[in-house]
C-alpha cells in the first residue's frame, strides 16, 4: 500500500452512477449560476448570499431534494444551504427551487467534511441536518458512517452556542451508534432527555422515509443542542 492511500481519509459515501434526465442536465447547465455555490469561493457570508443576517440552516446529504425545498418553502424566515454528492439530486433540487421560486434556498455540490473546513467561520450555523445518512450496514464498513466522534467535533465548532443538530436514521443499528456518539460528546445537550430518541420535531417526511416505513422500517431522530 503506498502513503498516499494509506494517508487517504474515510469517505462516508460513494458517488454512485446514474444516467441525468434532459431536466436534470438542463437544470445544472442553466440554474447552477443561480442557485449552486462553489468550495473554491471560500468563507460564505450569509449576507452576501441571501442578502439578509436569518437563521441558517446547513443540510448534509439530501438526495433528491423534496424534504429541503418543502422545509424552505414552510420556513421562508430561514436560510438553508444544502450539499450532496450525487449530480441527478443537484439537477432534481436546481429544478425545483425554480420551480417553487425560492429564495432561501442554494445548493452544494461536493465532500461535507471539506465544505465546513473551508466555507463556515466558526460559530456560523445555526442548525445542522443530516437525515438519512449511508448506513453502512455492514459491521466491517461501520467506520465509513458519517457520525463518528471527529466529524461531531467539526459540526460543533461551526455551530453557534443554541444551535440544533439534527440526526435521523431507519437503521436501529446507526441509531444506536448515534446516540453513543452524541451522548458522549461534551459539546452538545439532549434535547428530549439522556438517552432519549426525538419524537417532536418540525421534519418533512421523505420519500426514502415513506418507502422505508412501507417496508416496515422503524425512524429515529436525536435533537442535540450545541452548549
Same mark, same amino acid.
Given at each position: 500500500?503506498?502513503?498516499?492511500?494509506?494517508?487517504?481519509?474515510?469517505?462516508?459515501?460513494?458517488?454512485?452512477?446514474?444516467?441525468?434526465?434532459?431536466?436534470?442536465?438542463?437544470?445544472?447547465?442553466?440554474?447552477?449560476?443561480?442557485?449552486?455555490?462553489?468550495?473554491?469561493?471560500?468563507?460564505?457570508?450569509?449576507?452576501?448570499?441571501?442578502?439578509?443576517?436569518?437563521?441558517?440552516?446547513?443540510?448534509?446529504?439530501?438526495?433528491?431534494?423534496?424534504?429541503?425545498?418543502?422545509?424552505?418553502?414552510?420556513?421562508?424566515?430561514?436560510?438553508?444551504?444544502?450539499?450532496?454528492?450525487?449530480?441527478?439530486?443537484?439537477?432534481?433540487?436546481?429544478?425545483?427551487?425554480?420551480?417553487?421560486?425560492?429564495?432561501?434556498?442554494?445548493?452544494?455540490?461536493?465532500?461535507? #467534511? &471539506? @465544505?465546513?473546513?473551508?466555507?463556515?467561520?466558526?460559530?456560523? +450555523?445555526?442548525?445542522?441536518?443530516? !437525515?438519512?445518512? /449511508?448506513?453502512?450496514?455492514?459491521?466491517?464498513?461501520?467506520?465509513?458512517?458519517?457520525?463518528?466522534?471527529?466529524?461531531?467535533?467539526?459540526?460543533?465548532?461551526?455551530?453557534?452556542?443554541?444551535?440544533?443538530?439534527?440526526?435521523?436514521?431507519?437503521?436501529?443499528?446507526?441509531?444506536?451508534?448515534? #446516540? &453513543? @456518539?452524541?451522548?458522549?460528546?461534551?459539546?452538545?445537550?439532549? +434535547?428530549?432527555?439522556?438517552?432519549? !430518541?426525538?419524537? /417532536?420535531?418540525?421534519?418533512?417526511?421523505?420519500?426514502?422515509?415513506?418507502?422505508?416505513?412501507?417496508?416496515?422500517?422503524?425512524?429515529?431522530?436525536?435533537?442535540?443542542?450545541?452548549?
Amino acid at each position: 500500500m503506498t502513503e498516499e492511500l494509506r494517508n487517504r481519509p474515510i469517505r462516508s459515501y460513494v458517488v454512485r452512477g446514474g444516467r441525468l434526465t434532459p431536466s436534470q442536465e438542463q437544470a445544472i447547465n442553466t440554474l447552477w449560476p443561480v442557485y449552486g455555490l462553489e468550495k473554491d469561493q471560500g468563507l460564505i457570508k450569509r449576507e452576501d448570499v441571501f442578502e439578509r443576517s436569518a437563521e441558517l440552516v446547513f443540510e448534509i446529504g439530501f438526495g433528491m431534494g423534496d424534504s429541503l425545498v418543502a422545509m424552505a418553502a414552510e420556513h421562508p424566515e430561514r436560510d438553508y444551504i444544502g450539499i450532496d454528492v450525487h449530480p441527478p439530486g443537484i439537477g432534481t433540487i436546481l429544478r425545483d427551487i425554480k420551480i417553487a421560486d425560492l429564495k432561501n434556498l442554494r445548493v452544494m455540490q461536493g465532500d461535507a #467534511m &471539506e @465544505v465546513l473546513q473551508t466555507c463556515f467561520e466558526d460559530n456560523e +450555523l445555526d442548525r445542522v441536518q443530516i !437525515f438519512f445518512p /449511508d448506513p453502512w450496514h455492514k459491521k466491517r464498513h461501520h467506520k465509513r458512517r458519517m457520525i463518528q466522534p471527529a466529524f461531531v467535533s467539526e459540526l460543533a465548532a461551526k455551530m453557534r452556542s443554541g444551535g440544533i443538530l439534527h440526526l435521523a436514521t431507519d437503521w436501529e443499528n446507526y441509531a444506536e451508534q448515534m #446516540m &453513543e @456518539v452524541m451522548s458522549a460528546s461534551e459539546q452538545f445537550r439532549n +434535547l428530549a432527555g439522556e438517552g432519549n !430518541f426525538a419524537e /417532536d420535531h418540525e421534519r418533512v417526511e421523505t420519500k426514502f422515509e415513506r418507502r422505508g416505513r412501507r417496508l416496515g422500517h422503524g425512524v429515529w431522530d436525536l435533537l442535540f443542542e450545541k452548549k
